[in-house]
């Protein structure tokens, strides 16, 4: 963990500079702190695998992923080697989010390092399909080298299979670390949240942050809760509640 810390605080600052993404609200955008991080972490010669769960839409994290594998891709050319750079796998449920998705990946040439699947995930109940499912769309060829992660809600299912199954991953990004969600709860209402938060929320405060934050567990930290940066409406200043966290996986 320290030495992709060490990484980091070499990759980020001489990232270049990243503006007119703004109005991507709420995005892991190239020109927040999470942005960039997650850019460095698909930059990093050792992440062969990599996935985002899930794509949201426009300029977000995976699109912020895909810049650091084209970089890639183009330092290998510059060098006069053949690097076969690894594919982003990733999906989005909203049709109209992924088809625009699409599109600017296409028009912006980064559709060559993104396998984006249009469509729901384990949009069912049956444990054995969902994580037949979850392995086919983000880890086929077996665990993963790095996931992001920024889910509003998600089911049990997925989170096994991502973080304990066969994607288990060996470098975890996670939006919204230690999020205060049930002072959210309590202000609006379990019905203004999609099924999932709180479960969501509980298993990594419990199962992930804390025991990783005391040196215990198999995750240790390598970014503790760094504010993400994330724009939000027009005329106001950048997220103060989102944080985002790095994890680094012992086994």
């Not at 001489?14 to 020109?31: F, I, V």
């Not at 990733?90 to 993104?114: H, K, M, Q, W, Y």
């Amino acid at each position: 963990a320290s030495r992709l810390a060490d990484y980091l605080d070499a990759c980020v600052p001489a990232l270049p500079p990243a503006s007119g993404y703004d109005e991507w609200l709420y995005a892991e955008h190239p020109g927040t702190d999470a942005g960039r991080v997650i850019r460095c972490l698909a930059e990093h010669p050792d992440t062969g695998s990599l996935a985002v769960a899930f794509y949201g839409s426009g300029r977000s994290g995976a699109y912020s992923a895909a810049l650091g594998l084209r970089e890639r891709a183009r330092r290998a050319q510059a060098a006069g080697g053949r690097h076969l750079v690894p594919r982003l796998a990733s999906a989005e449920g909203n049709s109209r989010s992924c088809g625009e998705a699409t599109d600017i990946l296409r028009e912006e040439g980064l559709l060559d390092f993104v396998d984006l699947r249009c469509g729901f995930v384990c949009d069912y109940d049956d444990p054995r399909a969902c994580e037949a499912e979850v392995v086919e769309v983000f880890c086929p060829k077996g665990r993963l080298d790095f996931l992001a992660m920024d889910p509003d809600g998600i089911k049990a299912d997925i989170v096994s299979t991502l973080l304990e199954g066969p994607c288990s991953p060996r470098v975890l990004f996670v939006e919204n670390s230690q999020l205060q969600w049930r002072l959210f709860v309590a202000r609006y209402g379990e019905a203004a949240f999609p099924p999932g938060f709180g479960a969501w929320h509980t298993y990594l405060e419990e199962q992930i942050h804390w025991p990783a934050s005391r040196g215990v567990g198999r995750w240790r930290l390598a970014v503790d809760r760094q504010r993400s940066g994330l724009s939000i409406h027009r005329g106001f200043e950048c997220d103060p509640v989102r944080r985002f966290s790095v994890y680094v996986a012992v086994d």
